[in-house]
């Protein structure tokens, strides 16, 4: 497996502040007494922070002034450094903070990490620690499209409606007017998040968090949060120079706000020569034959269907088909087989699916290699320019991650984070059989995992009746039609009638029963209707955010959570990183490498766990066990195994918080799942270390290598 399709840039907040991860996925600031000490050893070297070893970087304010010393009567280097500019910073002289609105003191700064090139003021910069970034999530489609975010010019614009009885009015009062022919600027907004999501792989941007208050209002914590909008000039991104020009992105610019308006439309993308790339990922086991058979018929129809609706279509088909483990059983021939080794029209595909027959050797158990098919698909070759979907159909679970048969080594969590980072939707046909009814509970769950897609938060899982051949036809047709009637408007220009669709009443059930079939066949095709929509709909609004832009050069306030319902944990409208570099996932790797070694020799040997911990290093150093000493530890945190920097964060999980008492406690059950986490996260590190696309330059001009990674905090050990 490898993430090779997360390419171009990243955009990126990064939080100037620590935040720390509540159990509703909220990240909170924590005081500014805790942010990492700055070592600075002067001359041409550059600041680092101590716990993270990254080096520390400063944000210019706009109108800035950068001086040969640290003296407004030196020769002045620059009059109007670029706002919001990455720099280095290589001293820092005089610096307090006492008074937060006029700090005071001077910093050393440069382009690039050996290039010092001037003094700046303290109260023209804001200092950047890297550790850790903010994204905005996928805004979601249709009825469950969130709205973007507003951003206000004062603490207490924001204030006047977030803490108003009013609040509800006021909102929806603010976005009505922005939505107008001629739109209503509200003195207090100074600019919005762009309607037209800004994919996190198409732009790099930042939002430094600068400043945050507690809002002690609503049940769950929220915080006011004062960010810097920048735009870092990237190679070959023209567009870049109007913030040369100081023409920062406010709403009273009349260009931005007709760009921050755009959502339905394939102005500035190459939409009219999108391709569909559909992958059929299918269980060619013995239980599966007629379901291959029916199959066959089905995405026969659905290539047909395309091509005769649209005879320009742009559509191509794939084939993927797993099995089993072969050091089990050699005669199943293969694990993981693509057929079709790159995208086919719809008259090869006929051709190629008709060859595809279901084994007649017998697995050892019920359970396949689902994980290893659908890693496969997602991976292998799809065509550029393309939306890419994935159509899952299955009668069983996969083997989990620390199963002897789980020849991938991931989870059904790592295999839809490598769906994501390579823009691929997901559909779940699970085909459920009676007889397998101890297997459906997990099945479901993982299948269901693999079919969140991002922009929604449900599934884009079918339950199919087992020997209900008619109805699994069913399912495959209507998402045929439906991905026929898509690319028809896509390739015209009409995305407003590909996104604009709503949940009907009865379209409540992702599981189709035979009874609804025979009572009301229209009920049924809307459940499943509804479904594709939403998927085709959710990865349009990725595809077209590669023309979007963010707004740059300003400073402003927003509310981390949605004003127009602050309560709701699960539509917020952003996702906390850490940035790391290669050197620290590396560091990552190694120790993760050593915790399982521990967890697996305490399993095998029945000895504590932090004994077992200490043999593995003691062997890795021929004897000498380094010098890290993890007996002593009270927490596998407190050990000094794990890199510094995590130690560092505001952050904790249950690897980092085992000891020899915690740990013996657990039961079997329990033991093994964490041996399967740490595992899985490990398989992930070590896809994200080896794939050099997912790396990303915070400064073109530095050609060092100084690249980073935004790492969710969910994945953290």
């Known amino acids: 497996m490898s993430y090779q399709r997360l390419k171009n840039r990243n955009y990126i907040l990064p939080a100037a502040a620590l935040f720390i991860a509540t159990s509703a996925g909220i990240v909170l600031p924590v005081s500014a007494t805790e942010v990492a000490e700055v070592d600075c050893k002067g001359g041409d070297q550059v600041c680092r922070q101590k716990t993270t070893g990254l080096p520390l970087r400063a944000l210019p304010r706009a109108l800035s002034t950068m001086y040969s010393d640290p003296d ?26 006492s008074d937060g609105a006029n700090p005071k003191g001077w910093y ?42 507003l951003m206000f010019k004062t603490k207490e614009d924001l204030a006047t409606v977030v803490e108003s009885s009013e609040r509800e009015t006021m909102v929806a009062t603010l976005y009505a007017n922005l939505e107008g022919q001629s739109p209503a600027v509200d003195d207090r907004l100074i600019s919005r998040e762009p309607k037209r999501f800004v994919a996190i792989e198409q732009k790099f941007y930042m939002l430094p968090v600068i400043d945050f208050e507690s809002v002690d209002l609503f049940d769950q ?10 735009v870092p000039v990237q190679a070959g991104d023209t567009r870049n120079a109007r913030s040369e020009e100081g023409q920062s992105d406010t709403l009273q610019d009349s260009a931005f706000i007709a760009e921050t308006g755009l959502t339905e439309t394939i102005e500035g993308t190459s939409a009219k020569d999108l391709l569909f790339d559909v992958k059929f ?28 609706d649209n005879p320009e279509a742009k559509v191509r088909f794939g084939l993927v088909g797993y099995r089993d483990d072969l050091r089990i059983n050699p005669a199943l021939e293969f694990v993981a087989k693509n057929f079709t080794s790159e995208m086919v029209e719809a008259d090869k ?39 890419k979907f ?13 199963h002897p048969q789980n020849t991938t080594g991931l989870d059904a969590n790592e295999v839809r984070a490598s769906a994501d980072a390579n823009k691929v939707s997901v559909f779940a046909l699970h085909i459920r059989d009676e007889r397998a009814q101890p297997d459906h509970a997990l099945a479901e769950h993982q299948f269901r995992k693999l079919a969140t897609n991002p922009g929604s938060p449900d599934a884009a899982y079918l339950s199919i009746p087992a020997f209900d051949q008619d109805q699994f036809e069913l399912g495959v047709k209507q998402l045929s039609d439906d991905l026929a009637v898509a690319v028809a408007n896509v390739r015209t220009g009409n995305l407003p009638q590909v996104m604009a669709y709503t949940k009907p009443d009865s379209a409540t059930s992702s599981s189709l029963s035979g009874s609804e079939l025979d009572s009301d066949k229209t009920e049924t095709q809307a459940a499943v209707s509804l479904m594709t929509q939403t998927v085709i709909a959710n990865a349009l609004i990725e595809y077209l955010g590669a023309a979007a832009y963010p707004p740059r050069d300003i400073t402003a306030w927003i509310l981390d959570r949605d004003l127009s319902d602050p309560e709701n944990v699960l539509n917020t409208p952003v996702e906390v ?21 521990a967890v697996k020799r305490s399993q095998l040997t029945g000895m504590q766990f932090f004994d077992a911990l200490q043999g593995v290093l003691a062997q890795a150093t021929k004897g000498g066990g380094g010098s890290i000493n993890v007996k002593d530890a009270q927490r596998l945190s407190d050990s000094g195994l794990l890199p510094n920097w995590i130690a560092s964060l505001p952050y904790r999980s249950a690897v980092m918080e085992i000891n020899n008492e915690t740990y013996e406690a657990l039961a079997a059950e329990e033991r093994a ?8 996260k490990l398989k992930l590190y070590q896809e994200i270390n080896e794939n050099t696309d997912l790396w990303v330059a915070l400064d073109e001009r530095d050609i060092s290598d100084d690249h980073v990674y935004p790492l969710p905090l969910s994945v953290l050990p």
């Open 221 to 230: 914590e929220t915080r006011y949060l004062q960010l810097a909008a920048a």
């Open 390 to 402: 994935v159509v899952l159909v299955g009668d069983a679970s996969s083997h989990q991650v620390g």
């Open 673 to 680: 799942k964490l041996e399967y986490e740490i595992e899985a």
């Open 72 to 97: 407004e009567n030196s020769e002045v280097i620059a009059s109007n450094v670029k706002a919001f500019w990455p720099v280095y910073v290589f001293e820092r002289k005089d610096i307090d903070y």
């Open 108 to 149: 050393r700064v440069g382009p690039m990490q050996n290039d010092p090139l001037g003094w700046m003021q303290a109260k023209d910069v804001l200092e950047w620690k890297q550790s850790l970034v903010i994204s905005y999530k996928h805004p979601g489609s249709g009825e469950d499209r969130r709205q973007s975010v």
């Open 349 to 387: 595909f006929v051709e190629i699916i008709s060859n595809a027959k279901a084994t007649e050797v017998s697995s050892e158990d019920y359970q396949e290699e689902v994980f290893a098919g659908v890693s496969e698909a997602i991976t292998s070759n799809w065509n550029e320019n393309s939306l």
């Open 577 to 597: 990183r850490v940035l790391l570099k290669k050197s620290q996932v590396n560091d990552l790797i190694r120790a993760m490498e050593d915790i399982l070694k």
């Open 281 to 308: 990922v299918m269980d060619m086991t013995g239980s599966m034959g007629p379901y291959i058979d029916r199959t066959k018929e089905a995405v026969s129809k659905v290539a047909q269907t395309v091509v005769r």
